[in-house]
Each structure stands twice: as structure tokens, then as C-alpha cells.
């Protein structure tokens, strides 16, 4: 029996070396960047990502020092791709025009723009600036699981108006069930201009990344974020290779090697992997209660440090409403928690 | 006693904000508020509160500021314009308040520098922005103690107390705090990174001030340097709270803010924009007491041939 989805073409954009670099705390070499690339080009995907996790201008005390700046990774990447595009993240608040006029001249040629899933309004300048230097330009709405399909809609609409032409719904906390994928996108495709592309980004929290994916792909998006093995923040994206079987099994195109991308996920990036990448209890904790996926190592580090357990402070945090960017709150959040243990006493 | 009268620029939340903390104030007194719509709520206020107003943007104060006096402006406008606002108001020997992040005139956050300009050669002082006010003392307080290679500071601020012209401009907002960190906060490089969080009800204003020592940090010494700073600020932004550190991890120093406002036209939760109003004022009330004394003397206005 053929499936409903059978023909459509979906692009596979690949988040190993970005998303991913948040579950190797921001660590990835040059050389498994490029090596990584160069198998990801080679299994014809036809987007990656590369960048410090938190995108253009991540490299911070809050969120992490890379090995290498972002002009360097990106470089290094985009001159070694036969026909894969480089990506990268920008974060307004964070990032800003400068480094996105750096990226692309290091080779970069597609951009996600991300904002809080309700402030797509502080994103105008940089997607205007994208459109003008020629980028192939996404408006990525994050953590989307606090604002309901017509809010997401209406955010959507307006990144439209200044010029992205893909809008991504963006799971960021692995927190969205299928029913809630399936209204966002559908919502999104009713109001946007039939031209405009619509993407979903998934994390594996509650291990739905890609029976999330296909739901979007069933609702109108043609663009999908997923990595190898999962790499990425949390308990990973939604696992490439996986998506990719599941997707030729559905008589969906991809245009993509499904063997050697089960390759280059058991040959390169699990053996790299600091942890494995899997719902574990911290990581299905952020799922359930809505965190940031990226919290999870901050919080384990600061649960070492002040002996407040770190499902304690993630759902604490997730009780707080603490959105991406808000990694400095983890520590604060288990100073607070360890001054009411009488594990901590106030300097003042 | 005398006060220095002074004109608002904007009528918006600022500017209305501004109305309220100029009329508690012994020495300044709040007589123009300049607006461009006449039929913006904050000209409407201003007049209930017994300001003159215009509708018709600077120009149309102008006229009127020999007669009536006004010696001092605050510009709650934007970047665009404020040259041009404060070029006119300036030849005609005000003193201006630059609230919007235009900084043609020196940065001023008060604790740290603002003792340097009570001689005068000044004809405008910047504010900054929020997240300037709110955390450039800290870093100050530690880069007096020992020398800081870097300086991280991240501002989360309520949705609702955000904007459209922040919103539309973050990375004005970023270049200008991140080089104002440098600048007055002492450090040699700095960065500044915002947060817009939309949870209901609003959260108050929090900031996290990172400093990288460049050798290791004398813990004892930032502590009490650090504390007394927050004393210093708190003299005129009582919501100024510390929430938890200094912390030390290796080489960082860890501060993390709380900064509540005092609710007189904005809510409580937008410390973010109190701390701007409030550091204004307070800024123009050490000047307006020089003023007063004849001390304080405008620099000579360029005479254009």
C-alpha cells in the first residue's frame, strides 16, 4: 500500500555540527568538522549547519568557548563541499549583521534566524540583511511549544514580511507532541504565501523527533532539521539516517545515500560521542517539563557544583519560564535552590 | 530654592516616566514635554500634569526656550534624530540628556563617572542603554580591584517592557553596551548579549555580570568592592538587588542582579527602563546643582561661519 506521503520531496538539513556542538560542549575539532562535512556531502544532503551552538556570536562564558571561531569552522567546511550548502544560526541579541556578513564571507549561504517563538519582531534588520547579502533565509521560531499554532502563525507571518523565505517551527525543548506539530504547520501553510517554505526542528526528548518530522512533512513542511546519531542538545535531533529510511520506506525523496549516512553515524559520530546521545533521565526531564534542550549540560555541571540534583533545577527552570539564551539562570536557579538546602550562605 | 527647568523629549514611556521623577526632584523641574503626534496619550498626560507641549518635534520647542528658561533636555527619542535635537537645543545653551543610544556625547553611568563632569565641558552626556546602567558598575567594581581581560554581561528583560525601536534595532543596542563596557566598565574587551522573555507575569529585570580576571581574582577584596557599589546604585534605583554571588570559578567572577523599578509611570518589573530614567535624573541633578552654584559651565557652542 503506498503511503500518503507518497512522492514529495523533502530537503534534509543537517545539524551534526551545530546542534551538535552542544552535546560535545562546544569541543568539535577542524578536521571532524570537515570530516564529518565531507561525509554528509558525499551521502548528497543538501544543507549543513556549522557554527558554535549557539550560532554566530556564541562563543561566550554563557554559552561556551569553541576550539575555533566560527569564520574558521565555516571556511574550513565550505571550501571542501562539492554541492552541499553551509548554514549557520543567528540568534538577534546575540549574534549580529557584522558576524553575519563574516559568515558568508567564509562561504556560508543559508541562515536560520531565530527568535523566541513571540518576539519574532526583534528579527526585521537581520533577515533583511540576509535576503540583501544573498542568503537562502529561514525564520526559526524557537522553543514553540509556549505559543499556540495562531501566535506561531502570526510570528510567522511577520518574519515572512521582512523577507525569510523557509519559516520553522522549532521544537528547541522536545516538548511537542504530533497533534501540536500537525496544528503549527498546518496553520502556518493556511496564512503564509504559497511560495514560502515551512520547516520543523525537532529534539528527541520524549523520543518523538521523527514521528514528529513525518507529522510535519504530512501537514505541509518540506524542510527538515535532523543530525547524525542524533547529535545535538538534549537527547539529540530527530537522527538522520533514521528519518531517512523512514522516509524512502514512505516513497519520499530525499535525494539522500541512506547507507552511507548509516555510515557516517556509526563510524564517526557515535564513536565521538562524550555521552551517548539518548533520553536519558535529565535529558526526557526537559522534554516533559518543556526546557531548553541546551540546558542540559549547563545543569549537570551546576548540580556538581552546588549538590542540587539537576532534575531539580531543569524542572525548576521549566516552572520559571527560562527560554533560550537564558543559560546564566541555570546557575543562578541552583545558587537560589542551594540557599534554601543550607548548601550555600550569602555574601551579604 | 532654584530649580533648573528642563524639557522632555518624547512622549513616550520614557519621557512620561521622566515627568514623574523631575517633579519629586529638588533642583529640576520638568515645564516642556516635545511630541510629534497630537494626539499621543503622553502629550495629553504632560499637560495634566501641568507641562506645556508641543506636537510639532523639536522645532516647536524652540522658541520658547529662552523665554521659559529651560536650561536642560532629555531625549528619549531615538538615534536618528537625536543629533539633530541635540545640535539646536545645544546652540541655544542646554545641556543634553541623551537617553537613546546615539552616544555622541561622552557615556555616563553615575556611580562610575559621572564626578568627572561636574566642572562642565559638556553640552551632552549618553545614558547608554538598560543594560549599561544596570551592569557596568559591577563590572567597575571589579576591574578597580585587579585588572579585567573580559567582561560578559547578559540582560534579560520582560517582553512587555521592550520596544518597538529596541526590538527593531538589537544590534545598536549590543555595539553600544559592549563598547560602554569597555569604555567605563574598565574592562579591555566586552560583550553584550540580551534576552526578550514573554513569560506572564512579566519577570523583573535580571542581569548576569561576568568578569575574567587576568590573574587570580582576590575574592575578599571583589566581594566588598562589589557591595559597596550596589550601595552606591541603589542611592537612586532602591530596586537594585543582589541575588546571588560574587561566585568564583577559576579566573570568573559571577554576579548575578535583580533590578525592580520604583513604579512610577512603568510597572515594576521594567527595572530596565527605571534604571534609565532614574540614572537621567540623577545624572542631571548633579549638574543642575552646579548649575545652580555657577559652577558648571557649558562648553562654548562651536559658531558655525
Not at chain 2, 540580551?194 to 542581569?207: F, G, L, Q, T, V
Request: net charge negative.
Amino acid at each position: 500500500m503506498k503511503s500518503a506521503l507518497d512522492g514529495r520531496k523533502v530537503t534534509l538539513h543537517d545539524m551534526s555540527l551545530r546542534d551538535g556542538m552542544h552535546a560535545k560542549r562546544e569541543q568539535i575539532s577542524i578536521e571532524k568538522m570537515v570530516e564529518i562535512a565531507t561525509a554528509l556531502d558525499d551521502a548528497n544532503v543538501p544543507y549543513l549547519q556549522v557554527t558554535h551552538g549557539a550560532g554566530l556570536g556564541g562563543n561566550s562564558i554563557q554559552h561556551g568557548f569553541a576550539l575555533a571561531s566560527n569564520p574558521e569552522y565555516i571556511h574550513a567546511v565550505a571550501s571542501r563541499m562539492k554541492k552541499a550548502v553551509v548554514s549557520v544560526l543567528l540568534i538577534p541579541g546575540l549574534g549580529t549583521m557584522k558576524e553575519l556578513k563574516e559568515a558568508h564571507e567564509a562561504g556560508a549561504r543559508s541562515v536560520h534566524v531565530a527568535t523566541h517563538c513571540t518576539e519574532a519582531d526583534t528579527s526585521p534588520q537581520h533577515i533583511a540583511y540576509a535576503r540583501e547579502l544573498g542568503f537562502d533565509t529561514t525564520g526559526f521560531l524557537m522553543m514553540a511549544h509556549l505559543n499556540d499554532a495562531k501566535g506561531l502563525a502570526e510570528q510567522g507571518k511577520l518574519m515572512e514580511s521582512y523577507g525569510a523565505q523557509t519559516i520553522y517551527v522549532t521544537d528547541s525543548a522536545g516538548y511537542m507532541l504530533g497533534q501540536d506539530v500537525t496544528e503549527a504547520i498546518s496553520r502556518l501553510r493556511d496564512v503564509l504565501n504559497p511560495e514560502t517554505e515551512l520547516g520543523f526542528h525537532g529534539h528527541h526528548n520524549l523520543g518523538l523527533g521523527v514521528s514528529n518530522s513525518i507529522a510535519a512533512i504530512a501537514a505541509g513542511a518540506n524542510r527538515i532539521d535532523a543530525s547524525l546519531a542524533g547529535l545535538g542538545a538534549g537527547a539529540g535531533n530527530c537522527p538522520i539516517e533514521v528519518l531517512a529510511a523512514v522516509l524512502d520506506r514512505m516513497g519520499v525523496e530525499t535525494g539522500v545515500d541512506l547507507f552511507k549516512l548509516m555510515d557516517a553515524a556509526e563510524d564517526i559520530v557515535v564513536p565521538m560521542m562524550d555521552q551517548i546521545v539518548r533520553a536519558d533521565r535529565e535529558a526526557l526531564t526537559l522534554g516533559y517539563a518543556g526546557v531548553y534542550s541546551t540546558f542540559l549540560l549547563h545543569a549537570k555541571r551546576a548540580a556538581k557544583r552546588f549538590g542540587v540534583p539537576a532534575r531539580d533545577i531543569l524542572v525548576e527552570l521549566g516552572a520559571r519560564k527560562m527560554i533560550a539564551g537564558q543559560e546564566d539562570m541555570i546557575i543562578d536557579t541552583a545558587m537560589t535552590m542551594a540557599k534554601a538546602r543550607g548548601l550555600l550562605e550569602s555574601v551579604d | 530654592m532654584t530649580k533648573i527647568k528642563c524639557a522632555l523629549i518624547g512622549s513616550g514611556n520614557i519621557g512620561t516616566d521622566l515627568i514623574y521623577k523631575l517633579q519629586r526632584s529638588p533642583v529640576l523641574e520638568p515645564v516642556w514635554m516635545v511630541g510629534i503626534d497630537p494626539e499621543s496619550e503622553g502629550l495629553r498626560r504632560a499637560a495634566d500634569m501641568g507641562l506645556k507641549t508641543t506636537s510639532e518635534g523639536v522645532d516647536g520647542l524652540l522658541p520658547h526656550v529662552k523665554a521659559d528658561g529651560v536650561q536642560m533636555a532629555f531625549d528619549a527619542t531615538s538615534a536618528y534624530v537625536h543629533a539633530e535635537n541635540s545640535r539646536k537645543l545645544n546652540e541655544l545653551g542646554v545641556m543634553m540628556i541623551d537617553l537613546t543610544p546615539a552616544a555622541i556625547g561622552p557615556l555616563c553611568v553615575p556611580p562610575v563617572n559621572l564626578s568627572s563632569y561636574a566642572e562642565g565641558g559638556v553640552t551632552n552626556l549618553n545614558m547608554i542603554s538598560c543594560a549599561g546602567q544596570a551592569t557596568i558598575p559591577i563590572v567597575n567594581a571589579v576591574s578597580r580591584v585587579q585588572p579585567v581581560d573580559y567582561a560578559e554581561i547578559v540582560a534579560s528583560l520582560s517582553s512587555k517592557s521592550v520596544g518597538p525601536g529596541t526590538r527593531a534595532n538589537l544590534d545598536e543596542f549590543t555595539y553600544t553596551t559592549s563598547s560602554a563596557i569597555e569604555k567605563i566598565g574598565g574592562a579591555k574587551r566586552g560583550k553584550a548579549l540580551a534576552i526578550i522573555n514573554p513569560a506572564e507575569p512579566p519577570m523583573i529585570m535580571r542581569n548576569t555580570i561576568y568578569c575574567q580576571t587576568a590573574e587570580a581574582p582576590d575574592e575578599a577584596a571583589i566581594i566588598a568592592s562589589v557591595l559597596e557599589m550596589i550601595g552606591e546604585v541603589q542611592k537612586y534605583v532602591p530596586g537594585y538587588r543582589l541575588v546571588n554571588g560574587p561566585t568564583f570559578d577559576g579566573t570568573t567572577v559571577a554576579v548575578f542582579m535583580e533590578v525592580a523599578g520604583l513604579g512610577d509611570y512603568l510597572p515594576k518589573y521594567a527595572g530596565n527602563l527605571d534604571i534609565m530614567t532614574a540614572a537621567a535624573t540623577r545624572t542631571a541633578e548633579m549638574i543642575a546643582e552646579k548649575m545652580i552654584a555657577g559652577t558648571f559651565k557649558l562648553e562654548a557652542p562651536e559658531v558655525l561661519a
